[in-house]
């Protein structure tokens, strides 16, 4: 039996190539009525409906309130079909977003609540809209370690967060990306003075709010008025929030959970790739398994693991050679990798 630390992916990878994964793989039909039935009553488009559209629409299923929940059904379906004879999971952790899923995942949550919670964060995030989000990277895709380039990046947020009516900060350290959050002033002096790079960046995301910002402190207010430290228990797992914090089973203040969840998580920088040398340092898995949708978070998770010196791994092509050799990431989204963790979807 592997050991592996499971890691819940966030916005963004829910994708045109993602729809119908809850189809395809969701194996609890009850779970996934449920799931349609609180949208419903809510006079939201159901899952089944959105994941079962004939065409894929940006306009229709990034939106925070589609989105979240999407990904949120599709990553507990995953969670839930991995083989435990052969996998062993020792701990979760996620990114933005995938915390969320990761409460639900390691059981500080039930799925019912996991949902109520993304569902309800999604939504407060989409009527709001506050501000938006954009990625650059710090790495080369050589994928080497860079770190004043980072800083000199780092430097140039600080020093534009600084001029007049100018908001802009790091939302999330992701692996060899930076993920910059702000208001449209700060948003646009970033794409206007740093050079473009690898063909695609400084890459604006569609209907992506300043998360992790302060700018969000409203939609944290509200989110604690609608959402109660009741329905947070003691996990059953091991989790890695995004401060590389650890929440253990038996060991957790659960009104401290709630208030990390819907305060720091929302309004504060995310720092995945600390969640990520934190998950390989302390537990020492064999596989870190990325479950679906999309397949974009297995490079920030490599990225992270680089950045922490993991079994000696220096860069892009030491990750390859080892990739290789004996697989340590696993994604999800992959069908070929997937086959390798589970026994076989239900449906």
């Not at 915390?99 to 919670?117: D, H, N, P």
């Not at 397949?295 to 693991?305: E, I």
Request: proline share 5%; glycine share 12%.
């Amino acid at each position: 039996m592997k050991t592996a630390v499971v890691i819940c992916p966030g916005r963004g990878t829910y994708t045109k190539t993602e729809l119908g994964y809850v189809k395809r793989h969701f194996g609890d039909p009850a779970l996934l009525a449920a799931f349609d039935g609180a949208r419903a009553a809510l006079g939201q488009e159901t899952l089944s409906a959105l994941d079962g559209a004939a065409t894929y629409s940006v306009a229709r299923h990034t939106r925070g309130d589609n989105a979240s929940a999407l990904i949120y059904a599709a990553t507990l379906g995953d969670f839930r079909a991995l083989d435990r004879q052969t996998v062993e999971v020792v701990a979760v952790t996620g990114n933005s977003m995938g915390w969320y899923s990761a409460l639900a995942c390691g059981g500080a949550l039930t799925a019912e609540a996991g949902f109520e919670v993304v569902n309800t964060m999604g939504t407060l995030m989409q009527e709001a809209l506050i501000g938006g989000q954009l990625v650059h990277p710090h790495m080369g895709e050589d994928w080497l370690p860079a770190p004043a380039r980072k800083a000199g990046l780092l430097a140039k947020v600080a020093e534009i967060d600084a001029r007049p009516d100018h908001v802009l900060g790091l939302s999330i350290d992701l692996g060899g990306m930076l993920v910059l959050a702000g208001n449209d002033a700060g948003l646009k002096a970033w794409e206007a003075e740093i050079p473009p790079e690898q063909g695609r960046f400084p890459l604006r995301l569609a209907n992506h709010a300043a998360f992790h910002t302060a700018l969000q402190a409203p939609v944290a207010e509200r989110g604690r008025a609608r959402l109660s430290p009741t329905i947070f228990g003691q996990p059953g797992l091991p989790m890695i929030d995004g401060r590389g914090a650890i929440w253990w089973p038996g060991a957790t203040d659960t009104q401290a959970l709630w208030d990390y969840t819907l305060g720091h998580q929302v309004t504060e920088t995310y720092d995945f790739t600390q969640a990520i040398r934190i998950a390989a340092r302390e537990f020492a898995p064999d596989l870190f398994i990325v479950t679906g949708p999309g397949t974009t978070l297995g490079g920030a998770v490599a990225q992270g693991l680089i950045l922490a010196d993991w079994r000696g791994m220096g860069c892009k092509t030491d990750f390859q050679t080892r990739q290789q050799m004996a697989p340590l990431l696993v994604s999800m989204g992959m069908e070929e990798q997937r086959a390798s963790v589970t026994k076989g979807d239900a449906r």
